[in-house]
C-alpha cells in the first residue's frame, strides 16, 4: 500500500456519459476534476456499434466514436483523465478517501461516482461471442431494437423489464420469441398479461436458451431447449436480448453509502446527492429505470453542479 497521499478537489470515477458529462461541467467550473476511467474506460457504450438517439447526430454514431468525441471535450476543458479502477474508498469522515488499483490514495473534497451497471448475460460462448462482434446481441431493446424492424427476434427473461423490452420490439419487430426459463412470470400481473396479449409476441415458458446460432459475423437463430420434454430447436431470429437484469457496480461504495435492496445507489430525489455529503452520484450505479446515455448525461450535469455548489458551502 503507497504512504503518498494526493489531495483532489474533485475525483470522479467512472468514464461512461455520466462521468464524462460530469467532468466537462466541473473542469469549466474550475474544479479540476480527475477522472478514473474504469475497467470498461467509456463505458458499456464502447460495446455499441450504433447510436440513433444521441441528439446532435442525424446520421448516427458509433458508440465508440461517441465516447471518443465526450472524452475529447472533457479534456480541451482542463480534465485530468488517468486509467485505473476505484477499489476502496473511505466516506467515514470529512475527507473522502478513496484508493486506486490497491496503491494509490487520494482525499478527496467531493466525489461523484458514476461507476454504472454492467448487463447480465446468460454468459453462453456463442453469446459472448456475437456480442463483442455486435452482430445480433444486445441488453437493451430501447437501444437497438430499431435495427430489427420488420424482423423476427428472441428475448429471454421474466421479470418487468422483460415484459416491457418484449412489449417494446413488439412494435418493431414482425415476431418476438419470448424464453422463460421456468414455469412462471417473476412481472407483475399487468405486466404478464400485457405480452400475453400482444399478437406478435410468441411466448415459450420452461424453455433454456442452449445456444445462439449464425455465421460468425451475426445472429441468424436461437437454439432453445423445452425443459419439459427436453426437445432441442432452432428458433430463426436475427437478433437476441437478454432481460435478465442489471448489476450496479456499487460494491465498494456498500459500507458507507445507502443501497436499495438490488444494490443501486439511492439518492436525495431531485438530486445527485447521497447519504454522504459531498459523495454524489450519476449514471446507471442509481438509475434501474432508464439507463440511457442521454438520461446518464443529464445526471453528470447534475453531479458536478451539485458538487460545485457543495464545495462553495466549504469557502
Partial sequence: MSTTVEKIKCLIIGSGPAGYTAAIYAARASM??????????????????EVENWPGNPEGITGPEMMVGIQEQAKRFGTDIRDGWATKVDFSGNI?????????????????????ASAKYLGLESEQHYLKMGGGVSACAVCDGFFYRNQDVVIVGAGDSACEEAHYLSKLCKKVTMLVRS???????????????????????????????????????????????????DIPATGFFAAIGHKPNTDIFKDFLTLDETGYIVNIPGTSKTNVAGVFVAGDAADH????????????????????RYLATLE
Fill in 96 to 116: 473522502h478517501k478513496v484508493w486506486i488499483n490497491d496503491t494509490i490514495e487520494l482525499h478527496c473534497e467531493t466525489v461523484i461516482i458514476s461507476t454504472g
Fill in 183 to 233: 414455469e412462471k412470470f417473476r412481472a407483475s400481473k399487468i405486466m404478464e398479461a400485457r405480452v400475453r396479449k400482444t399478437e406478435n409476441i410468441a411466448i415459450l415458458m420452461n424453455h433454456d436458451t442452449v445456444e445462439i446460432l449464425g455465421d460468425g459475423q451475426v445472429v441468424t437463430g436461437v437454439k432453445a431447449k423445452n425443459k419439459t420434454t427436453g426437445d432441442i430447436f
Fill in 289 to 308: 429505470v432508464y439507463r440511457q446515455a442521454i438520461t446518464a448525461a443529464g445526471t453528470g450535469c447534475m453531479a458536478a453542479l451539485d458538487a460545485e
Fill in 32 to 49: 479540476n476534476p480527475v477522472l478514473y476511467q474504469g475497467m470498461q474506460p467509456g463505458g458499456q457504450l464502447t460495446t455499441t456499434n
